[in-house]
Every structure is written in structure tokens, then in C-alpha cells.
């Protein structure tokens, strides 16, 4: 490896990257969507939203065609979400992608492969099963141990958060300001950067480096977010399996979810829910849900405030998916709400309290 990640080094000297960072696109590329309307109730813009727009899709990986697949983009049309942009990405054997970097992080969920990450000088070992992050401000390459396979990720970001807050400035390696003559010597991008920013958050987690646990929603590990020790800040996922023919919890949520699915088949039933505005806001939960059927290598959009069950249609085989949010949510002090629970934490519950009593 250290001979194939020498030769990658060479190789950066040679590649012309101009082309990939800066050209010039067929037509612009929207990077954070306007919300217009000609009225101050935007209630009938999203009601119209989600009867347009489609929520389960089956994306083309692109197993055999270096670069990105994108699946959640404010440009794409349908117009899907901007609280995360989500891309599968691709490297080709003994090779790597361009090098660059940008203000936004990124967290990457290995889909097959093993290779590594440098970020900013650095090396990260990585493989198929491993979360990765790519903390805000780093230059980075991501690179293809393997002489014979790709190596896929798919790609989880708030990056129109970044965008949106004026958090612009991204280019290839080797980029300048124009007017170098008019500005001072190099300072250190990360003394803006809080101490505690800087250390005690790892770039890889392993699968063993957090637990599965059971919740009132399901059998979930959480790969991303608060409590977390990956360096991802705006970014929370996790991996959920549902058991042969059994459903997760009934869950409502502010956040919309990203959900790609790994193993089996089902559906998954959404309620929309809608505000009545009298002394206060009230919930007003939809009497009928509607059904979405998915399969492993579908993509699913739950819509922000949603209340969603999933359920395993596979009479034999578990099904495995993840799922991910913009952590804002949450700092804007929302939190999940379960209506109801899987039937194993329910199992669950009734052994711990014949254990209490004994």
C-alpha cells in the first residue's frame, strides 16, 4: 500500500484537474433553492409538495464509472429537500478522486471497498462497513486501495446549510487568491477553529466503536451525531435492522429523513401532519397514512414533519437500512416523538419487569 499511495502522490503532479474544478458548467448549478410564494402561508406550498414529488426512487449506483451519483441536490429535479445533499461516490481501482476541499463537511457510509482518506497531510484507513467524516475546511482526497475493485461510498451533507450561511469558498488544490500581491503571509485556517473542534473526535468509526441498541423505534446504531465520537457536527444517522416480518415504532418527526435501504424489502407508511394555529400550534395527524413499498438499493425521502412506520415484508430475512437527518433539528430543539413502539422493545419491557419482580 505504501508503494500504491507513493505513486498516487506522483500522480498529482500530472493529472489536470482544471477541467473537473474549473470549468465552466453546461448551466449553473443551483447550490441553495429559493422558497417563494406570493403568499405569508406557505401551508398549500407544501401540501402541493408532497403530492408532486415522488418519495421512493431506485438510484443506479455506478459500481464500474469513477465520480459522483447525485440523489439529493437542490438542482435535481424532482425538488426533493436541501436540509442534506446525498451522492454516491466512486473510485476506481489504484486511483483516487480529484483533490480538493471546501467549508462544508461530509459523512461517508462505505458501501464496498477498503482505501483511505488524507485529509489535510493526514492518512485514515478505511473499509466496507465504516463511517468517515470529512470535517469542514479540509483538503482531502479519497483513495482506492484495491488494484482490481471499486470502492463506494454514498455520501451524506448539509452542504446548502454552508452555502447558505456564506460559507463559499471551495476549490481544487492549488488555488490562490487572485490578488496574492495585495494580501499577507499564510495564518493557519483552524485558529478560528474552538479548541475542543480540534481533538477527541475520530475520522473513521469502526462498527464496533458504537453499540446496537434497542429503542421504543427499533434496533438502531447511531454512526453519526451528539454522543458520537466521529467528527460530523451537522449530520445525524444511524443504521436500523427490522427482524422478519415485524415493523419498527410509529415515529413523528420534524426533520425529514434520508433513508437508504442495504437489505431486504417492505414499505414504510407516512402521515402527514398539518398545524392548526389557534392560541397555539396543534398537530392535526392525517387519519389515512400513505404507502411507499421499497427494496435493498431503493431511496427513500420521509418529508419534514412526518409521522412514519417501517415494516419487513421478508417472511425469512431481516431488513437493514440507514438513515440520516440535519442535525439543526435538533439544535433548534426538536426531538423524535414515538407514538408507538416496535413489538420487541414491548417484548423487551415485559422481561426486564418479570426480572425486577424475581
Known amino acids: 500500500m505504501v508503494q500504491q499511495r507513493q505513486s498516487l502522490r506522483s500522480e498529482r503532479e500530472r493529472v489536470n484537474i482544471s477541467e ?9 448549478r443551483i447550490f441553495v433553492k429559493a422558497v417563494e410564494s406570493l403568499k405569508y402561508n406557505l401551508n398549500e406550498v407544501r401540501a402541493q409538495h408532497l403530492a408532486e414529488t415522488p418519495r421512493v426512487f431506485s438510484p443506479k449506483r455506478r459500481s464500474e464509472v ?5 440523489l439529493i441536490d437542490p438542482g ?3 425538488f426533493y ?5 446525498i451522492h454516491f461516490r466512486s473510485v476506481a481501482p489504484g486511483s483516487r478522486n480529484e483533490g480538493h476541499g471546501h467549508q462544508n463537511e461530509a459523512m461517508f457510509y462505505i458501501l464496498e471497498g477498503n482505501g483511505w482518506e488524507e485529509h489535510d497531510g493526514e492518512e485514515h484507513p478505511w473499509a466496507k462497513g465504516d463511517s468517515v467524516a470529512v470535517h469542514n475546511d479540509c483538503v482531502h482526497w479519497h483513495c482506492n486501495a484495491s488494484q482490481t475493485d471499486f470502492a463506494e461510498s454514498i455520501v451524506y451533507k448539509a452542504k446548502p446549510m454552508w452555502l447558505f ?10 488555488y490562490k487568491p487572485p490578488d496574492l500581491d495585495k494580501r499577507g503571509p499564510r495564518t493557519p485556517w483552524n485558529v478560528g477553529r474552538r479548541a475542543e473542534d480540534l481533538s477527541g473526535h475520530v475520522k473513521v468509526l469502526k462498527p464496533d466503536m458504537t453499540p446496537w441498541e434497542w429503542n421504543q423505534h427499533g434496533h438502531m446504531r447511531k454512526i453519526a451525531g451528539t454522543g458520537v465520537p466521529l467528527r460530523i457536527k451537522a449530520t445525524t444517522a444511524f443504521l436500523q ?11 413523528w418527526d420534524m426533520a425529514d429523513n434520508f433513508v437508504y435501504f442495504l437489505e431486504g424489502s417492505g414499505y414504510c407508511l407516512h402521515w402527514d401532519v398539518s398545524v392548526e394555529i389557534a392560541d397555539q400550534f396543534y398537530a392535526r395527524i392525517a387519519l389515512e397514512p400513505t404507502r411507499w413499498e421499497w427494496k435493498a438499493g431503493d431511496f427513500m425521502w420521509i418529508p419534514q414533519n412526518m409521522v412514519y412506520q417501517y415494516f419487513n415484508t421478508d417472511p425469512t430475512q431481516p431488513a437493514k437500512f440507514l438513515t440520516g437527518c440535519n442535525t439543526a433539528f435538533e439544535w433548534m430543539g426538536y426531538q423524535s416523538v414515538d ?12 422481561q426486564r419487569a418479570v426480572g425486577a419482580s424475581n
Open 20 to 28: 473537473r474544478f474549473g470549468g465552466i458548467y453546461q448551466k449553473p
Open 66 to 70: 469513477p465520480g459522483e451519483t447525485r
Open 76 to 78: 435535481n429535479e424532482p
Open 81 to 85: 429537500s436541501q436540509s442534506l445533499h
Open 165 to 174: 450561511l456564506g460559507m463559499a469558498q471551495q476549490g481544487e488544490i492549488g
Open 241 to 251: 435492522d427490522i427482524p422478519a416480518a415485524s415493523h419498527s415504532g410509529k415515529r
Open 339 to 350: 407514538l408507538e413502539p416496535c413489538p420487541e422493545w414491548e417484548t423487551l419491557q415485559s
